[in-house]
């Protein structure tokens, strides 16, 4: 899978294909069915079959000061993109030019004059151009003018409610992961660089594989049981702290997951921590007796999860 500049005009091989654009962070059920429509329309016409996004994301260059939002890296969307059957992905550099860029210079200039597009799909709430001055009806008439197909699908529904970004932002927020997973079609995962750290969880007897959360969301903090995919490729389970360690000085903002019965070195490879149960807010501890104690009991509480 190809990943595109999308201020660049495609390549020979991609041109005419049919792109189904918006930010899908998360790729959630209601992207997948976008994602999905764009992918059936190309598959029939025998075009190729694209996905584009924005990155950074648009909140982040209007509003630069708030506070960490991200659901997914553009490393996860590319992966979570080709094992949906898209050829490839084209980013869109958010920055001042293109937020400037009127919706019909945004169609002629990046969608028919760099992507060469042969059809456009959007969920029912996209925006687009200065101001937002575009939507789906626009695009609509500006797709009928340039001569490329536009069309619209519609918000996907779970338990009555539409299924959203924001309702899986407030889910992880709750500690309520399994509510993400139910929105996401898979768990809601960080993935990160493993560092050094202080060794305080392997003098304790628990050695941890830390990772710094970077742009995404944060979560509750506290206790959860994980599971992650290795650099290697391996999938393990163990049980992660995510949050600032009260118990320790100076508290520092970290996930931290200790991986049952594994052993080797991690550090500095890339691994995906997903998270799966949420256990108990964090705690500070008068002793690091009783620190370690409960830190058994959390192990013993994920173990019995992934073995149900």
Do not use: W
């Not at 710094?212 to 163990?238: F, N, Q, S, T, W």
């Not at 500070?284 to 830190?295: G, I, N």
């Amino acid at each position: 899978m190809e990943r595109l500049d999308g201020g660049s005009v495609v390549p020979g091989a991609l041109a005419g294909g049919i792109v189904a654009l918006g930010n899908f962070d998360g790729f959630h059920l209601g992207h997948q069915a976008v994602v999905g429509r764009a992918i059936d329309r190309a598959r029939e016409q025998g075009r190729p079959a694209l996905v584009a996004t924005f990155d950074p994301h648009p909140v982040r260059h209007f509003r630069p000061d708030a506070p960490p939002f991200r659901l997914t890296t553009l490393d996860q969307r590319e992966r979570l993109f080709a094992e949906a059957g898209a050829d490839a992905m084209v980013v869109f550099h958010f920055d001042g030019d293109l937020a400037a860029l009127s919706a019909e210079e945004f169609v002629a200039e990046r969608l028919v004059g760099a992507l060469q597009v042969g059809g456009i799909v959007t969920g029912e709430d996209f925006t687009f151009g200065h101001n937002k001055s575009g939507d789906v009806c626009v695009m609509a008439e500006l797709g009928r003018a340039h001569g490329f197909m536009a069309e619209t699908v519609g918000a996907v529904t779970l338990n009555g409610e539409a299924v959203s970004s924001t309702r899986i932002r407030d889910a992880l927020k709750a500690g309520d992961p399994r509510a993400a997973t139910r929105l996401l079609t898979r768990p809601f995962a960080i993935e990160g660089r493993v560092q050094h750290g202080d060794k305080l969880g392997r003098e304790i007897g628990y050695p941890t594989a830390n990772v710094d959360m970077g742009p995404y969301l944060r979560p509750a903090y506290g206790i959860y049981a994980v599971r992650a995919r290795l650099a290697e490729g391996r999938v393990v389970d163990g049980a992660a702290n995510l949050g600032i360690r009260p118990s320790f000085d100076p508290p520092k903002e970290l996930l931290e997951p200790y991986f049952f019965d594994f052993s080797g070195d991690l550090y500095d490879q890339v691994i995906e921590v997903a998270l799966i149960e949420y256990l108990r807010p964090e705690a500070k501890f008068d002793t690091l007796e009783a620190l370690t104690d409960q830190m058994a009991r959390d192990c013993e509480q994920a173990r019995a999860i992934f073995a149900g």
